[in-house]
């Protein structure tokens, strides 16, 4: 149903309780914290021994309100995940190469499909514009500002229009100089005729004077964007809009971050948005140059991959997504979960609006959302009657407004055609991005330890040498920048026997250290002017030797990766 259908909270909460029920090997099924409304928010981790840390994954979406498509792939990803566990070899209906796959079955998932339950529910059921959270719990809020409220009684809560000689919108006209039907806002330019328009939000204006009418804004009901709301460089809301009180007072970003700071195994990190058709990387703050060459290395590899299956782009997020030039987004998630977490983490803002109304590649990216033309309008005008089946643009219907007096009521519905795709094409986004994103998530580190050689040494001795090696394309710290990191513990090896001893006791526990990985990213191998490897850092060799016979437990891993034990029989 979710790859046709954007779910509501019940549905979302069926979906992943259907699977729990149906694979309790592979999926548990938790609430890593309540919403501000009370709702659970629910993680699926997916994988052999779900109980079990490893090398793991996070993914998670919908962390803005109308953004409902990323439930829809976070879903469509878990039920890939759930097929390669029974055999297929495939992510998002491409042929998966099966050691690929097997990497997928080794590897923890950590999916949280809808971080904003209560906004996207009010989304979903009234219309209204919420970008994170409906609440709004600031304290000052005795000035005049625009709450959302379904005026004409329809059950849902869009746009008003309000006729005005000094308004700043006109209705888009053909070339005859005939409106459009249904009718299209755009700015209005020096030539334009009237009639002119003011436009506001579908509601009521707070502490209303009667005389002056507030500027609308996209948090004046609500007050939280969460993707402001961490703490990698958290600046305040007189700094950044959304930001909150405090890093992490949203109940909600301070929930995924627990979860995350108690689990640091994961390694990679996808977070879901919509739209624009474009993978947003690292750094976000500063320029390339600045960035660590290998990890800037590893993100061309998914680069690569994004291109190849889904045909975004993929932009550094200082250089190409910057709402102000050299004005970084500060508390920002995916800056936290590569800052701070040391996560290969990036944003994919799902759905190619501006490739459906052949618009070209604009530089910086983000100048695609501002600077738009009026053939652009009259494109997705066309594009939304012809293949959309005309969900953005409505009638207008007249209504008496308790403050204003006589509006218009409709225009447009944004949620399906532009902020998320049509039910349509949503399948189809939904399988180009698992075919990228579990690829990339086959990139983890797997450390494994086996016994090389066994040999007995006279009548009560036997020597035992072991093979600790890591066989993931990332390093056991991931990438090269989260070495430093307190929780990339370097790996260490612990011994007990249960009969036999150590002749050596301080050899029970041995410093392993980190394993390279054998990954080095896009451009960053061999070359050639420089045709070799490197040296075997991805294995460490250990000798010991015990007395007596028995069973001695190895015992090899960290927190980061998760630990592997075996049993060595001696004597």
């Not at 249904?182 to 707070?206: F, N, S, T």
């Not at 600046?235 to 959304?242: K, L, R, S, T, V």
């Not at 049509?422 to 399948?427: C, G, H, N, R, T």
Request: include cysteine; aromatic fraction near 10%; charge should be negative.
């Amino acid at each position: 149903m979710f790859r046709s259908k954007y779910l509501d909270y019940a549905e979302l909460c069926a979906q992943l309780s259907s699977w729990a029920g149906q694979h309790p090997d592979l999926v548990r099924l938790i609430s890593i914290g309540k919403s501000a409304e009370g709702r659970d928010i629910p993680l699926l981790a997916v994988g052999r021994d779900p109980d079990q840390p490893r090398p793991a994954v996070w993914i998670d979406g919908n962390m803005h309100a109308a953004e409902v498509c990323g439930t829809s792939v976070a879903l469509a990803i878990v039920a890939d995940i759930l097929a390669i566990h029974q055999g297929r070899n495939e992510a998002g209906a491409k042929p998966l190469p099966a050691h690929m796959a097997e990497t997928i079955r080794e590897t923890l998932f950590y999916v949280v499909p809808r971080i904003s339950p209560d906004g996207a529910e009010a989304v979903l059921k009234t219309g209204r514009y919420v970008r994170s959270s409906p609440v709004n719990d600031r304290a000052y809020r005795n000035h005049a500002y625009w709450e959302a409220a379904d005026i004409d009684g329809d059950g849902s809560m869009g746009y008003m229009r309000r006729a005005c000689p000094d308004g700043e919108l006109v209705e888009l006209r053909d070339e005859g100089g005939v409106p459009l039907v249904p009718a299209v806002m755009v700015a209005r330019i020096p030539e334009d005729p009237g009639p002119y328009y003011k436009l506001y939000p579908e509601g009521r204006i707070a502490n209303f004077d009667g005389r002056r009418i507030p500027d609308p804004w996209f948090l004046s009901d609500n007050l939280y964007d969460f993707n402001r709301n961490f703490p990698y460089q958290w600046a305040p809301e007189a700094d950044q809009a959304g930001a909150g009180h405090f890093p992490g007072s949203a109940p909600e970003t301070r929930a995924v971050m627990e979860f995350v700071t108690a689990h640091p195994n994961i390694f990679t990190w996808l977070n879901l948005h919509t739209f624009g058709g474009v993978l947003i990387r690292p750094l976000g703050d500063q320029p390339d140059h600045k960035m660590n060459q290998s990890d800037l290395a590893i993100f061309r590899q998914v680069e690569a991959w994004t291109r190849d299956f889904t045909g975004y782009p993929t932009v550094s997020g200082y250089h190409e997504f910057l709402y102000e030039p050299e004005k970084p987004l500060r508390g920002d998630m995916i800056d936290y979960a590569y800052h701070q977490r040391g996560c290969l983490a990036y944003v994919v803002e799902l759905w190619d609006l501006f490739h459906q109304l052949g618009i070209e590649r604009k530089k910086p990216f983000v100048d695609h959302y501002a600077h738009l033309e009026r053939q652009d309008f009259v494109a997705l005008a066309r594009w939304d009657r012809e293949a959309n089946h005309g969900r953005i643009f409505k009638p207008w219907r007249k209504v008496m407004h308790p403050q204003l007096g006589e509006v218009e009521v409709g225009g447009l519905d944004t949620l399906v055609g532009i902020v998320n795709p049509p039910y349509e094409k949503l399948a189809g986004v939904c399988d180009a991005q698992s075919a990228a994103f579990l690829r990339v998530a086959s990139l983890v580190p797997r450390v494994g330890v086996e016994v090389v050689k066994k040999e007995r040494l006279g009548a009560d001795h036997t020597r035992i040498e072991l093979r600790v090696a890591n066989s993931g394309y990332l390093a056991t710290h991931g990438l090269a920048s989260a070495k430093k990191l307190a929780h990339a513990e370097p790996l260490r090896l612990t011994a007990e026997g249960n009969g036999p001893r150590l002749v050596a006791p301080a050899e029970s526990i041995i410093e392993i250290g980190h394993l390279d990985g054998w990954g080095t990213g896009r451009y960053g191998g061999i070359g050639i002017f420089a045709p070799w490897t490197r040296g075997n850092g991805h294995e460490r060799l250990v000798s010991l030797v015990a007395q007596g016979r028995g069973t001695l437990t190895l015992r090899v891993g960290s927190c980061r990766v998760g630990f592997r034990t075996i049993k060595v029989e001696v004597g």
